[in-house]
């Protein structure tokens, strides 16, 4: 290896151990809980977290299930109602949870080859034109929440 492969293999390095966590557009602890009814749609919760600047979650995709849309659900005046959210604001540094009672996905049509796997290969689209893939946790109605890693 020449010193300059070196010298910039390094300099790489550096740079990529520098950069924290919050400082790129990310998602984890993503989860699908499947519906116990056949034909009723799942849902889908997540943590976004902005990078650098403020960007819009406009859309998640996957091969493995026949629609999926985000949704908000609302209480107003003691009525709770859900509605179909175009783009979901994540600001820059910032974690955006996607949950029960909140902002979430509804996702009909989950493909058995996912249910078989425990795991939903979904794309997450951006504003920004950023599209980021993640997976999410399949599970079945009664079953734990996944124990997160220590």
């Known amino acids: 290896m020449n010193k300059l492969s070196i010298m910039l293999t390094a300099s790489a390095s550096l ?6 966590q919050g400082d790129f557009l990310h ?7 499947l519906s116990p009814v056949e034909d009723n749609p799942s849902s889908g919760y997540m943590d976004l977290h902005g990078g650098r600047v403020d960007v819009e979650l406009v859309g998640v ?24 959210l175009k783009s979901i604001p994540v600001p ?35 504003s920004n034109d950023e599209r980021i893939e993640i997976d999410a946790v399949v599970r079945k109605v ?9």
């Open 15 to 20: 740079l990529l151990a520098s950069c924290g």
């Open 27 to 33: 998602a984890d602890n993503a989860v699908v809980n």
């Open 61 to 84: 995709t996957s091969d493995d299930v026949l629609r999926m849309e985000m949704h908000e659900t609302t209480e107003e005046d003691g009525m709770m109602s859900m509605a179909k």
């Open 92 to 126: 820059a540094g910032e974690t955006v949870k996607l949950e029960p009672g909140g902002k979430h996905l509804m996702i009909w049509g989950v493909g058995e080859g996912s249910k078989k796997r425990g795991l939903l290969t979904m794309t997450l689209i951006y």
């Open 142 to 150: 009664g079953e734990p929440a996944p124990v997160a890693d220590e």
